[in-house]
Nanobody, 126 residues
Framework: QLQLVESGGGLVQPGGSLRLSCVAS????????IGWFRQAPGKEREGVSCIDQSDGSTYYADSVKGRFTISRDNAKKLVYLQMNSLKPEDTAVYYCAAGPKRSVQAMCSTSFMDYWGKGSLVTVSS
């Protein structure tokens, strides 16, 4: 069993920054993807950013490229999402999720994630 716990969400003004953290209960050897997904009210859950815990390859949704940065600290079993230049449309519940790397092209697909955190609410509003 792999458990994931998010933290760092909250209220921030447009243009501001937040850093989300996700701690995993254990490390996984081999190609394994961990990342961030979000779901706004009335919308489908979407992949925001994912990283291969082994080789460090990353994925970013077009909507967050240049603003968000994913990073990992395998020794501490942590993954971060640094969110800068936040926009109201970034408002959502952000979930940490993980699963074996099944596809390079779709490494950040919700359907490929086997483990999910409970989510952390990020609200971008003035």
């Amino acid at each position: 069993q792999l458990q994931l716990v998010e933290s760092g969400g909250g209220l921030v003004q447009p243009g501001g920054s937040l850093r989300l953290s996700c701690v995993a209960s254990r490390l996984v050897v081999g190609s394994f993807v961990i990342g961030w997904f979000r779901q706004a009210p009335g919308k489908e859950r979407e992949g925001v950013s994912c990283i291969d815990q082994s080789d460090g390859s990353t994925y970013y949704a077009d909507s967050v490229k240049g603003r968000f940065t994913i990073s990992r600290d395998n020794a501490k079993k942590l993954v971060y999402l640094q969110m800068n230049s936040l926009k109201p449309e970034d408002t959502a519940v952000y979930y940490c999720a993980a699963g074996p790397k099944r596809s390079v092209q779709a490494m950040c697909s919700t359907s490929f994630m086997d483990y999910w955190g409970k989510g952390s609410l990020v609200t971008v509003s003035s």
